[in-house]
Each structure stands twice: as C-alpha cells, then as structure tokens.
C-alpha cells in the first residue's frame, strides 16, 4: 500500500519539487498547503502518513500546524525549512532538513522519520 504525504509549503516551485521527489519514492501526496489553517484542515481530511513542512508559511508557522495536527492524529514530519534553528528550538527532536535541499537528504530523513517512528 502507497504512503501519503502533504506539503505544508507557501512556495509553489518548492512544493513541485519536494511533489516530485515523493513521488520518485512511492508517496501519494494528498495536497499542497500554504497556510496553516489550510493544512490542519488538509490533515484531517487526507490523514496522511507524512507531512513535509517549512516552518514559515504565508499565514501562521509551520509547527503550530503541526501541533495543532498532532492533537488529533498521529504524524511523522520532516521539516524542510531555511529556518531551522528555530525549528529546533521549538521542536528539539524535530528531523529537518535545510533549504536549499536535495533528493538524497530528503529521502534519508523521510526513511528517519519512519524509522524512528518504529
């Protein structure tokens, strides 16, 4: 059975690529989100397996989206942010990857949320 994602990205050339790279690794993405309201609401609807996120989004973050999710649903996440040291203070166990990003470490750290999830 095929994996689901979302993106939580308010750059649309970003999200095609991180779409793409999902879906070279056998992911159905469920939507791309650019607010955080939009992708809570997205979350619930798709019920994904995986939510990649930038932390600053065009209304509210990143992570209070992911909070807000976690409230009603177990998610694996990765960051993919030019942000991260704030993503870290608030989330110090958060996977992250640094913008500008490329497939390898976009696939490692997909593979380390899954596995740390167990």
Do not use: C
């Not at 992708?39 to 994904?48: D, E, I, L, M, Y």
């Not at 497939?103 to 380390?112: M, P, V």
């Amino acid at each position: 059975m095929r994996r689901t994602a979302i993106i939580i990205e308010d750059d649309l050339l970003i999200a095609f690529e991180l779409e793409d790279i999902l879906h070279e690794l056998d992911f159905t993405v469920g939507g791309t989100f650019v607010t955080e309201n939009d992708a809570v609401a997205g979350a619930f609807s798709q019920k994904p397996d995986l939510l990649l996120v930038d932390y600053r989004l065009a209304q509210g973050d990143g992570a209070s989206a992911v909070e807000r999710i976690r409230l009603q649903q177990a998610a694996r996440v990765v960051y993919v942010s030019a942000s991260g040291e704030e993503v870290l203070r608030r989330e110090p166990d958060a996977i992250h990857v640094d913008k500008p990003f490329d497939r390898n470490r976009i696939a490692a750290a997909i593979d380390r949320a899954f596995h740390d999830a167990g």
